[in-house]
């Protein structure tokens, strides 16, 4: 099990929310952790066996999901590693 | 100001639609409306999930957007597998669902259901229209999302009381498209493509939906590549290509299997390595490296690990990364394989051997002919034996693997292409999970021809048991089926049923000549099963052949 951190910028949508997770669960990973401030952004911990560029690339297929990266202390453990 | 209704109905002759399939209902009565003297053509089907599929027929055949309209609740709720199969098999399509009024939602109202929920998993995207203002906007978004990228079904949700509300219409928008991000390793590629000594084109459903297959075609020609094609590929090369070994995967030819186990790079366009092409995804193509274009990036690396992708337009890549190659003695070789393991249409006995039955009319349809099929043995068979001149010709539900698929997907086929004949290759099975649209035919009178290949039972599942199951039967057996052409007869389809040999070529002629629709009843052995097979968790080179 690896655990990533993602930040997603999204547009304020009633339904935004619900699909993101939707999709999360779908692809096979796990919410362990979510901050929400505003309506606009995220913060969401998520853990799977899976890669976590499986569940990156599908969130930013949502049509209301403006970007969505890893967080950037895990960004940089990664490029480390890399 | 118009109403809502109104707006919906301009803002679908803006798009370009000509015709749309729906069924009427309480929270859609507004549009509906406003249909009645619109030139938006509108072709009653006889449940809402004819309508879905008939629009996606459409769409499938034509490459634009296929339409559907239904009312809230059950209406909406019988769209949903029809949306699924769209997003499955990336389909454009438009669906158009009343709603109850605003002031209604979350009350557990008369024919009320969540759709916006139910839709997130089924379509690109889904608008729920809480705004009249917003009504024009959402329509002209829903168009463009529809078809650009990677195309697939999006749902606009609309209030009744949206629908009646006055507003000033807003025509569709100039779409800027993004940039994509398409940059290229093209010397990369090009160094791949010199370094493999076994290297093949494996081609998806993509190429069509890109507009491609003419880019596809040269890029083969060019490089002298041999080349494979998934279920949704067929008809993206042409038939007779050197090198060109049909379909792959479960049920694909032995020497398309062989080669893709033996190739040392795969170019795969438009496609995206699904389990029923792998077999065992680990020990797909396991010599070979990887070059993945698609136009979707979470396609890249899901499944198979690229050495090298591309998103973007296909149109573009495929003329740039087309350079000659000296793979004369492979493809050689491949085309050795492939006269070595064609299959043989040689059938002893009276009775009708389907795959030479569909190898036979696939010869005698007229040019541009369009066979929608459903799913099942004969959908295998139809993919096996007959030949297709374009993938808008050959409509199967891929992803999704829908029963009931054929015969509204035939119709809205015929509706795009009137010029073109519009045949179904349905089984007994699959005929009778969307044969309300029979009516659909009579009503609009569609010349649509339909040969049910009858083996009086759920063949697949049948096989399977057979092979799988110990020969244990369960709910397998159709031979309680009704009379096909009497059952025609009673939506004035003319018809008839064969079950000898020497009967096709009579049968088949009055078909192929006969002005409107027709039906051709077909019945065959259920001792007949779909070869080869690559069993389930076995590598493609596994592949299971009929006993001797």
């Not at chain 2, 309508?51 to 027929?57: D, E, L, R």
């Not at chain 2, 003419?214 to 494979?228: A, H, K, N, Y």
Request: some cysteine.
């Amino acid at each position: 099990m690896t655990q990533h951190t993602l930040f997603i910028e999204m547009n304020p949508t009633a339904d935004v929310l619900e699909r993101i997770l939707r999709i999360t669960r779908h692809r096979g990973f796990t919410v362990a952790n979510m901050q929400m401030s505003c309506a606009s952004a995220m913060q969401v911990t998520v853990t799977s066996e899976r890669p976590i560029a499986l569940l990156t690339r599908q969130l930013d297929k949502l049509y209301d999901v403006q970007q969505c990266r890893l967080a950037p202390a895990l960004e940089r453990a990664v490029a480390a590693r890399a | 100001m118009i109403s809502g209704a109104e707006a919906v109905v301009r803002a679908m002759a803006d798009h370009g639609v000509e015709t749309l399939f729906g069924y009427p209902g309480g929270a859609i009565m507004p549009v509906y409306d406003a249909l009645y003297d619109s030139p938006v053509e509108h072709l009653l089907c006889r449940h809402e999930q004819g309508a879905g599929f008939a629009a996606v027929g459409f769409a499938r055949a034509s490459g634009r957007v296929g339409v559907c309209l239904a009312t809230s609740g059950p209406g909406a709720t019988n769209l949903i597998t029809a949306l699924a199969d769209a997003m499955m098999d990336s389909v454009p399509v438009v669906a158009i669902t009343g709603q109850v009024p605003r002031a209604a939602m979350g009350t557990d109202a008369f024919q009320e259901i969540d759709l916006l929920g139910m839709s997130l998993s089924c379509t690109k995207h889904s608008f729920l229209v809480t705004d009249p203002a917003e009504l024009c906007d959402t329509l002209h978004r829903a168009f463009a999302l529809a078809a650009e990228g990677r195309p697939g079904p999006v749902l606009v949700d609309i209030p009744k009381d949206v629908q009646l509300a006055q507003l000033d219409y807003v025509p569709p928008f100039r779409a800027v498209a993004e940039a994509a991000n398409d940059t290229f390793e093209l010397e990369r590629a090009h160094a791949l493509l010199r370094a493999a000594k076994k290297p093949l084109l494996y081609a998806g459903g993509g190429v069509g939906m890109a507009d491609a297959v003419s880019q596809l075609r040269e890029f083969i020609q060019i490089t002298g590549m041999p080349s494979v094609t998934t279920l949704k590929g067929i008809g993206s090369v042409a038939p007779g290509t050197p090198g060109h070994l049909g379909m792959l995967g479960m049920h694909g030819t032995k020497a398309a299997n062989l080669a893709v186990q033996q190739c040392d790079l795969l170019v795969v366009v438009g496609a995206r390595f699904d389990d029923r092409v792998t077999g065992k995804l680990d020990t797909f193509a396991p010599h070979a490296k990887v070059i993945h274009l698609d136009i979707d990036p979470a396609e890249i690396d899901k499944l198979r690990v690229a050495m090298l992708s591309y998103c973007g337009d296909l149109r573009r890549v495929l003329p740039e990364m087309a350079i000659p190659l000296h793979v004369e003695s492979w493809r050689e070789q491949c085309d050795a394989s492939a006269q070595q393991t064609a299959p043989s249409y040689e059938h002893a006995g009276p009775l009708i051997y389907a795959p030479a039955l569909l190898n036979q009319l696939s010869q005698r349809l007229p040019e541009r002919a369009i066979v929608s099929c459903d799913v099942g043995q004969h959908q295998m068979w139809v993919a096996q034996h007959m030949t297709f001149a374009s993938p808008a010709d050959h409509l199967s539900s891929a992803g999704l693997g829908t029963m009931g698929f054929g015969l509204p997907v035939a119709i809205g086929a015929q509706i795009a292409r009137p010029e073109h004949m519009s045949v179904l290759v349905s089984g007994d099975g699959s005929f009778m999970m969307n044969v309300q649209e029979l009516t659909t035919i009579k009503r609009a009178r569609l010349p649509v021809k339909i040969v049910i290949l009858d083996n009086q039972r759920l063949g697949m599942v049948k096989q399977w048991q057979e092979l799988f199951f110990e020969q244990r039967y369960s709910e397998t057996n159709l031979s309680d089926n009704p009379d096909f052409v009497t059952m025609a007869s009673a939506f004035d389809i003319p018809g008839r049923q064969i079950w000898r040999k020497d009967q096709i070529q009579d049968a088949m002629q009055e078909m192929l000549s006969s002005e409107g629709p027709y039906l051709l009843h077909v019945s065959i052995s259920e001792q007949e099963n779909v070869w080869p097979l690559v069993p389930p968790g076995a590598a493609n080179d596994q592949m299971m052949e009929p006993q001797a």
